[in-house]
């Protein structure tokens, strides 16, 4: 999988909105980005993926841009629940692995 | 819905020493499983994947084995455990292979 780049750390203040950014400028065609979070002491949560266009689910959106070499995961208004490393994850759908290559991601904290 | 349990939650097991880590999938048929290992302060490895009962694939020489005896359960063993052998293990579900991968709540192992 083709490779990451995400600030080590993040910190918001609740109720806010956070934007977490990710580099993937050697992104290929078939790559999607997905993003897991890890809360302390549990296992990993899958939060969101996408190929090319903007994606929103219940918990977050990713915003990809137009060239591919970066996105930004957008939590509308973070809880103190938030508080967990995310990582950013490059799946080439038809050639992968089947381990996620998680990184060191950024850890985010939200403070009250 | 879909449930992933893991067993025991912690534990703590002397050198040499077999482990038993059982991981159960609810809700759904026939997923890919897979086996991986946190060490303190570093990503997430894994360890042994599984397409099917009694398919195991494994990434990692080590003293650790895999069994897959239903379609929806999957065991970590070894026989002699060794100090490196600490860490958090988890156990995932995916339904595709590459798809989104679902965490249960792991399992924390100290080798003393």
């Known amino acids: 999988d083709a490779k990451t780049t995400q600030p080590n750390s993040m910190e918001s203040n609740e109720e806010e909105p956070v934007h977490l950014p990710c580099n993937h400028s050697?992104?290929?065609?078939?790559?999607?980005i997905h993003w897991y979070r890890q809360l302390p002491s549990q296992g990993p949560e899958y939060v969101i993926h996408?190929?090319?266009s903007n994606v929103n689910n219940r918990m977050a959106s990713l915003a990809i841009a137009e060239d591919r070499k970066s996105s930004t995961l957008i939590l509308h208004r973070a809880t103190l629940r938030d508080a967990a490393v995310y990582y950013c994850?490059?799946?080439?759908?038809?050639?992968?692995?089947?381990?996620?290559?998680f990184g060191k991601g950024t850890s985010l904290l939200v403070t009250p | 819905s879909q449930t992933i349990h893991q067993w025991p939650a912690t534990l703590v097991q002397p050198v040499g020493s077999p482990l038993s880590l059982e991981c159960t999938v609810e809700?759904?048929?026939?997923?890919?499983l897979y086996w991986y290992r946190q060490a303190a302060g570093r990503g997430l490895q894994l360890l042994f994947y599984?397409?099917?009962?009694?398919?195991i694939s494994s990434e990692v020489p080590q003293n650790l084995s895999a069994s897959r005896p239903q379609d929806r359960q999957f065991i970590l063993s070894s026989k002699k455990l060794l100090l490196s052998d600490s860490g958090f293990y988890l156990c995932?579900?995916?339904?595709?292979?590459?798809?989104?991968?679902?965490f249960g709540p792991g399992t924390r192992l100290t080798v003393t």
């Open positions: 995932a579900w995916s339904v595709s292979m590459p798809g989104e991968q679902y």
């Open positions: 050697t992104i290929s065609g078939t790559d999607y």
């Open positions: 996408g190929l090319t």
């Open positions: 994850i490059l799946r080439d759908v038809p050639n992968s692995g089947y381990a996620l290559n």
């Open positions: 809700g759904t048929s026939n997923p890919n």
């Open positions: 599984s397409v099917g009962i009694g398919q």
